[in-house]
């Protein structure tokens, strides 16, 4: 399962009073921006196996070059299920950058939830977040 949250606003139209109609609506453009993802996955508890989960963020349109610092936090039952890790890295000259997958073995089986946030490294100004979510 995939999640993602755009940082600029999508398109939309709106309706200014009642008698208005759609051919008459105000359309506002859609914006880009910024957009970040979190993708969590959880594999299936089979016989002779332990279940395991992987994690991996990344995000697209950033500036070129721009220096982001990305914070995941994996939370299980709705506590921290690990200290989470912390990168530094550089958007490609595409407005790329991309987390390494990471694998856990979880303790227990329930819901894990994986949150990302993105911040600029220069400033610390919020850029961006995601989540996403997967039961054992």
């Not at 990344?58 to 200290?83: R, T």
């Not at 329930?110 to 949150?115: A, H, P, Q």
């Amino acid at each position: 399962m995939l999640k993602m949250l755009v940082g600029a606003a999508i398109g939309a139209a709106v309706l200014v009073g009642a008698a208005m109609s759609p051919a008459a609506a105000i359309v506002i453009p859609p914006t880009t921006g910024p957009q970040t993802f979190a993708d969590i996955n959880c594999d299936a508890l089979t016989p002779g196996r332990f279940a395991t989960f992987t994690v991996r963020a990344w995000g697209s349109d950033y500036p070129a070059l721009e220096d982001v610092v990305v914070v995941e936090k994996i939370y299980f039952k709705g506590q921290p299920f690990n200290d989470g890790k912390v990168y530094a890295l550089t958007a490609g000259k595409d407005g790329t950058w991309t987390t390494p997958t990471d694998s856990y073995w979880p303790g227990d089986r329930g819901v894990y939830e994986f949150k990302v946030q993105v911040t600029d490294a220069k400033d610390g100004h919020f850029i961006g977040f995601a989540d996403d979510k997967c039961t054992i």
